[in-house]
């Protein structure tokens, strides 16, 4: 039914001598429907090939390369960050180990009163305090090598999520120090 109305139409509009065609718009001119037509259906087809074909595939590369340095740079993160809590969590045990160790020599120490044992307390302590004071040096400089080590891949992330946003590239000093600036106000989170 509606092919029918259409052709109606149509013919009616081939032999009905439309005013306006002869005062000067030849696009509403009958004759020229069919070439129009033909150019349309050409040019569209043209830009729907080239823009399904060439344009929109790199579009698609550009998207999935992004998050996949994304979630890489994310990943990196998350294993930087199991390791410091591996480090504290075997800094904790050294400490406890430690913390019975003296308690052990202290109640050792006060059971023998000999002088030697005393003296070997003394270095034992001492030893047990430097070796608590190199763990604590330890995990601290994890820490900081690990916050310095996001703030690098945070910086570069935000360097090439701006350059592939925008098309250019900032200066590099001014992403560095926002990227210090919002550090240190939450680097107290972590350490």
């Known amino acids: ?13 081939i032999n009905t001598n439309l005013y306006s065609a002869e005062a000067g718009m030849p696009q509403l001119d009958p004759t020229y429907w069919a070439s129009q037509a033909f150019w349309l259906i050409l040019v569209f087809t043209i830009l729907y090939i080239a823009i399904s074909k060439f344009y929109l595939p790199k579009i698609k590369d550009n998207l999935d390369n992004r998050e996949n340095k994304i979630k890489e740079d994310l990943d990196n993160a998350n294993i930087f960050k199991e390791q410091s809590e591996a480090k504290a969590k075997e800094y904790d045990a050294i400490l406890e180990n430690a913390k019975k160790e003296v308690s052990r020599i202290h109640f ?84």
């Open 1 to 13: 039914m509606k092919s029918f109305l259409g052709l109606l139409i149509a013919l009616v509009a």
């Open 108 to 191: 050792d120490s006060k059971n023998i009163l000999d002088k030697n044992i005393q003296s070997k307390k003394v270095a034992m302590e001492k030893e047990i305090e430097k070796e608590i004071l190199k763990a604590q040096k330890e995990i601290l400089d994890l820490k900081k090598n690990s916050i310095s080590s996001i703030q690098t891949i945070s910086g570069s992330i935000v360097s090439n999520i701006i350059e592939n946003i925008l098309g250019d590239k900032l200066n590099e000093s001014s992403i560095k120090a926002t990227v210090d600036d919002i550090s240190k106000k939450n680097i107290n989170k972590y350490l």
